[in-house]
T-cell receptor
Framework: KNEVEQSPQNLTAQEGEFITINCSYS?????LHWLQQHPGGGIVSLFM???GKKKHGRLIATINIQEKHSSLHITASHPRDSAVYICAVRDYGQNFVFGPGTRLSVLP | DSGVTQTPKHLITATGQRVTLRCSPRSGDLSVYWYQQSLDQGLQFLIQYYNGEERAKGNILERFSAQQFPDLHSELNLSSLELGDSALYFC????????????FGDGTRLSIL
């Protein structure tokens, strides 16, 4: 069993739809990161969470420490949101463990 | 633009060789992180430096080494290269020692022939 799992693996949505990507982890963590990797390969850090909820524009990230689960929501999705979304956790040994990523395609 | 600069952008070399990848962090950031992204293993954390000192170590091979210099730029040295070392190598920087948002460079694509 991988330490960090994401679902779904692939997701196709129509422009305007509400999107949810889930991340589950099995280790104790000090923080969880959501990353966005564009088709060209560049990586952008979207959120870093240790508790609760954060919002930035159309993106919302939540984390439930007790359930070892985080979600990334995209409201009013747009084709420019098409990317791979990666969940990463930092464990208490300061190591980072990455999920396999969720490939999102938003169709116009 | 993240403010993190990685050079070179592309590197092609042969098995057995040694290469050095360079990273200049965003102005004011003290931490530098190195990551490897290969097709079969996804993203993996290699190592973190904070203000010149090693802070955390991940899945870094013994053939690989890194350092952070007084001007805070960092170098990742890869030696005795194998075909499996072909990957994208990303550098990221952050302001603090732990649990700060990271800013990623564009990566160095290393191809081993």
């Amino acid at each position: 069993k991988n330490e960090v799992e994401q679902s779904p693996q692939n997701l196709t949505a129509q422009e305007g739809e509400f999107i949810t990507i889930n991340c589950s982890y099995s280790v104790g963590i000090s923080a969880l990161h959501w990353l966005q990797q564009h088709p060209g390969g560049g990586i952008v850090s979207l959120f870093m969470l240790s508790s609760g909820k954060k919002k930035h524009g159309r993106l919302i990230a939540t984390i439930n420490i007790q359930e070892k689960h985080s979600s990334l929501h995209i409201t009013a999705s747009h084709p420019r949101d098409s990317a791979v979304y990666i969940c990463a956790v930092r464990d208490y040994g300061q190591n980072f463990v990455f999920g396999p990523g969720t490939r999102l395609s938003v169709l116009p | 633009d993240s403010g993190v600069t990685q050079t070179p952008k592309h590197l092609i070399t042969a098995t057995g060789q040694r290469v050095t990848l360079r990273c200049s962090p965003r102005s004011g950031d003290l931490s530098v992180y190195w990551y490897q992204q290969s097709l079969d293993q996804g993203l993996q954390f290699l190592i973190q430096y904070y203000n010149g000192e090693e802070r955390a170590k991940g899945n870094i091979l013994e053939r690989f080494s890194a350092q952070q210099f007084p001007d805070l730029h960092s170098e990742l040295n890869l030696s005795s290269l194998e075909l499996g070392d072909s990957a994208l190598y990303f550098c990221a920087s952050s302001s603090g020692a732990s649990n700060q948002p990271q800013h990623f460079g564009d990566g160095t694509r290393l191809s081993i022939l």
